[in-house]
Structure formats: C-alpha cells, structure tokens
C-alpha cells in the first residue's frame, strides 16, 4: 500500500485542569489542526457563574430607594444591623483592599492562606473556633479555612466563601476609581468573603451572633477542585451534615439568586475499529473504523437526548486516527494518522450537564445503551466521572428565596427572582445540596471574573453585607424553614 502523508492534529486548552471553578463559559484554545484527525473543543466542567451574561454589569438599587409595598418593614433590630453595616462600608472597602492585594490563584497556597488569615483574625474577635483543613500534600492545595460558633438558637447556617482566585493576579494591586475597584478577586470572590464578614460583624456588634450556630467554611480551591474531591470537599460535606441552610456567597446580580443549579459529570468515550487501508472502508473485512463509529454515536446522543432544557451532553475534545495521545487532565489529545488508513482509535472527553441525580443515571444508561449499537467492525466503551452533584430546585430552597426577597424588599433594593437552574454553572454550594436548602449569589456583583480586568462594583458590596445580615438574623430569630431538608 502507498503511503500517505502523514498528518498530526493536536487540540490543547489553556486551562491546567479540568476542574474549572467559577463563571466562565469561555471557549479558550490554541488549535492547530491537519486532515486526518478530528478536532474541536469547548470548555470542560464549570463553576459558578451565569451562562448567559456572567460579566453584565450590575448596579444595585441606590440605597435610598424606598421598600416595596408588600415587604415586611425593617424591625428596630434590623435597622440597626442595616445602619452598621453601612457605617462601616469603609472598613469593608479596607478590608477587601486588604484582601485583593495578596494574589491566591489556586496553585498559590501560601497566598491563599495568607488571605484566609486576614478572615481568621474577623472570626476569632467574633468569637468563632477557627482552624485550617489541611489536604494532602498530593493534592497541591491550601486547605480550607472553617469557623465555627456552637449555639443551640435557630436555624444552623453554613457559609460558604472561596479563598482561591483564577487569574493569579500576579503584581496586581486595588485600584479604585469611585464606586468601583479593579483587581483578581475583587468580585469573584474576595468581595463575597467581606460582605460575609461585613454582615456577621453587624450581627455581633448588635448581640445578633448570641447563641447562634453559625459555621463558615472559606475553601482554598474552589476554581480548580484538589482531586480526589471526596477528601477536597470532605470538610465542606461534614460541615453541611450539622447544619441547616447553606448561604453562598459567589457574585451575584441585585435581582437574582440561585436556589437550583445543575450538576456535572465527565465523560470519555473510547472507540476502535480495524487499521486497514481507506479503499476497504464499510467492507466486512475492514468495516467501518474508529471515525464513523464515533460519529454515529455522536449523533446518536444528539438526535435521542437532546431537547431538555435541562440536559447537556457536549463533546468538548475529540480526536481519532491511528494513534491519539492523552493527558490525564483531559485537557489535550495529540493524533497522528495517514488519509489513506481507515482510522482505529478515537477518544471523547466531554461533560454531562443535569438537574437531578435520577436523571443522571438514566441519562447514563441511556448513553451507553447507544454506544452499544457498534457499527460492523468496531467497539466502543463510555465511562463516566462524578464532578459536582445536582442541585434541583426544593419547596425549601423556594421559602429561602422569597425570605431574601422580602429582605431585598424591605431595605429598598427591589424583589429577588431564582435564577434559571440552567444559567448557572456548579458551585462548592451544590456539593452541600443534598444535604440541607442552600441558595447562592449572596455576593457582590462585577464584572471580568476569571480575567485580568476583573472589578466590582462596590455599592454591591455594601447591598450584600446589608441583605445578609438581616436574611441571616431572620433565619436565625425566626420560624423555620419547612421542610428543611430536601
Ligand atoms: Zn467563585
């Protein structure tokens, strides 16, 4: 047989892993491509932002905006932790300057340690237990800062912040200008971390915090998860188990809150078929080849499961031809193979998007109940990965939601509506959700996350500490949420 050219194709991903926390949806690559292999791309598991806008910019209501007709009026208590709060808007600003100024990309344990401290020294004068959960030094990150004060008054709140940012800020100090501030982490989430340290001070200083079980857990890898996630979330599950609700503080628009996100799993699909010559291709000698058995099966998932909104199933990273390398980050495949030879390998790696854990599963079975149906003359095997658990939507998460309404309401900033379940990446909170009502984008809004031209704006700073402090001693003071548990 004549000898055709041959041919590499190589599909990489800028990314370092394929945990990819908070926000973005960004297609990233450097692509290089020849004939014979496949190619395409797009972006692995995802964290935390909005699918459809993440970088809107977001101007909360001015604050003397006057409370809805239908919203519950501050109490005497209330107004008092609203006044604190923005009395020390300042000290906030101060304190997230502080924040910003110390880089903690993920990789960057000690900076992300040293920014967990500045935290710990808020918690202990509020009287929290502090301590740090180491990981294992394989795992190549921080740990997770978790604060804790053991009351026996209301409803047991988790908070839930993220010490680590994406863009490692390298040399990038705050810059101000008015209402808004530049720099890694300022929205996503260092922002966040201070309008929850902003609220619990508020708490305190007004006798709010009185025997109040409250436990803070601040993780050191939210962008980029330490593997195995069983012991990079152990903490932050065990922390859910003795607690109630779950308050997330991730970036978020003034009229909207997240009480439902949908979880992610990985995938990969591996295909072979017969090494011969193209002029054989579809023969029974030969058969049909890695190439068009990974396109049957391709189209198979599209043309049976697609049309739920709440289902996705995207290929991101494909390549077929005589031989393909693989990295274990799944984040690159080199292949290599003639025009003249019917291709025996192909590999997938793509991610499964979905709102309930049973329709995981079924969607699973149905998948490899495709794959099976091989074309003459090949076989292919699809294996799955557990990434961030579901987060459906409850009658408990909707009560927590129109409580923060009501909140937003009375402080003048205007009603709060769900997010669409599927406009929403995963988040650390979605790995508390089976276990207690969590909502998410209690935090402050921005805009870049994920980029070196990240800001926020910090009249939403302030909005945050003043609707949790007042949602939390609601939560706390009040009835309970019925059913608490989902
Ligand atoms: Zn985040």
């Keep these: 047989m004549s000898s055709g050219t041959t041919v590499t194709a190589r599909v990489e991903r800028l990314a370092s892993s394929a945990y990819v926390g908070c926000n973005t949806f960004s297609l990233l690559p450097a692509m ?127 908070l839930i912040g993220h010490l680590d940012t994406v863009f490692e800020g390298e040399g990038q100090r705050f810059v101000r200008d008015d209402t808004i501030a530049r720099g890694a982490g300022t929205s996503d989430m260092k922002g966040g971390n201070v309008a929850m340290i902003a609220a619990l001070r508020a708490l305190h200083a007004t006798g709010g915090l009185e025997g109040s079980r409250v436990v803070v ?28 609700i779950a308050l997330a503080f991730e970036g978020g628009r003034a009229a909207r809150a997240a009480i439902a996100r949908r979880g992610s799993s990985g995938w990969t699909l591996n295909v072979t078929g017969r090494q011969g010559h193209s002029a054989g291709v579809f023969t029974t000698g030969s058969g049909y080849g890695a190439v068009y058995e990974m396109a049957r099966i391709l189209d198979g998932f599209r043309r049976e499961l697609a049309g739920d909104p709440t289902l996705t199933f995207n290929p991101g990273l494909v390549a077929g031809g005589t031989s393909v390398q693989r990295d274990s980050a799944e984040v690159s495949l080199v292949a290599a193979g003639k025009t003249n030879i019917i291709a025996p390998t192909t590999i997938v790696h793509g991610d499964l998007r979905f709102l309930r854990e049973a329709q995981k599963d079924s969607v699973r079975e149905r998948m490899r109940a495709i794959v099976a149906q091989h074309l003459p003359g090949t076989d292919a095997e699809i294996t799955f990965r557990d990434r961030y658990p579901a987060m459906p939507p409850t009658a408990a998460g909707a009560v927590l939601l129109a409580r923060f309404d009501a909140v937003s309401r009375a402080l003048g900033y205007g009603p709060v509506e769900g997010d669409a379940p599927e406009s929403r990446g995963a988040g650390d909170v979605s790995f508390v959700a089976p276990f207690l009502t969590g909502m998410d984008g209690l935090g402050v809004s921005g805009r870049g996350a994920h980029s070196p031209d990240e800001s926020v704006n910090l009249n939403s700073l302030r909005m945050a500490g003043e609707r949790s402090a007042i949602l939390m001693h609601r939560l706390i003071t009040g009835p309970s949420l019925e059913p608490i548990r989902p």
């Design 217 to 244: 857990v601040m993780t050191g890898d939210e962008e980029s998860a330490g593997s195995p996630l069983e012991v990079a979330r152990r903490d932050l599950i065990d922390a859910a188990k003795r607690s109630d």
């Design 32 to 158: 290089r491509i020849a004939t014979v292999a496949l190619l395409v791309l797009a972006t692995l598991a995802g964290g935390c932002g909005s699918a459809s806008s993440p970088h809107r910019p977001q101007v909360p209501a001015p604050v003397t905006a006057t409370p809805g007709a239908d919203s519950v009026p501050l109490s005497d208590a209330e107004t008092r932790l609203r006044d604190y709060v923005r009395a020390h808007h300042a000290d906030d600003i101060a304190l997230l300057e502080r924040s910003v100024n110390i880089s903690s990309g993920t990789q960057n344990l000690a900076g992300v340690r040293r920014v967990g401290d500045l935290f710990v020294e808020e918690l202990v004068s509020m009287g929290f237990t502090v301590r740090w959960a180491d990981m294992p030094a394989s795992m190549r990150r921080a740990g997770h800062l978790i604060a804790e004060r053991r009351g026996t008054r209301g409803a047991r709140l988790l």
